[in-house]
């Protein structure tokens, strides 16, 4: 599996950006997808999962309310709707793909990871 995320850039407190994690590889479309975010020097955080069948999704504390993970299985994509933007959602956010099993907030558990994609939000 390969992903690309996209979709970052500055915005202003209180807007939104929408993220996308291209897939490609047979198995992405049965991939629990992730993304997670890490702002300098912090560890790398769970923000939000969804499981292959879009039957189940999951957030941080942090996004729940404001964000809204989706996922495209003919399109290979997964989305991460942004709103309500903060300065702390500053990080560079990672999508990442795991193959087997259940847990979903566990980065070391992921087995495939895109780039990354910077979101500044600014005050």
């Known amino acids: 599996v390969q992903l690309q995320a996209s979709g970052g850039g500055l915005v202003q407190a209180g807007g939104s950006l929408r993220l996308s994690c291209a897939g490609s590889?047979?198995?992405?479309?049965?991939?629990?997808i992730g993304w997670f975010r890490q702002a300098p020097a912090t560890e790398r955080l769970f923000v939000a999962a969804i499981r292959r069948n879009n039957d189940s999704t999951y957030y941080a504390p942090s996004a729940k309310g404001r964000f809204t993970i989706s996922r495209d299985n003919a399109e290979n994509t997964v989305y991460l709707q942004m709103n309500s933007l903060k300065p702390e959602d500053t990080a560079v956010y990672y999508c990442?793909?795991?193959?087997?099993?259940?847990?979903?907030?566990?980065?070391?558990?992921?087995?495939?990871w895109g780039q990354g994609t910077q979101v500044t939000v600014s005050s």
């Open positions: 990442a793909a795991r193959t087997r099993g259940s847990t979903y907030y566990e980065s070391r558990l992921y087995d495939y």
């Open positions: 590889g047979r198995t992405f479309s049965s991939s629990m």
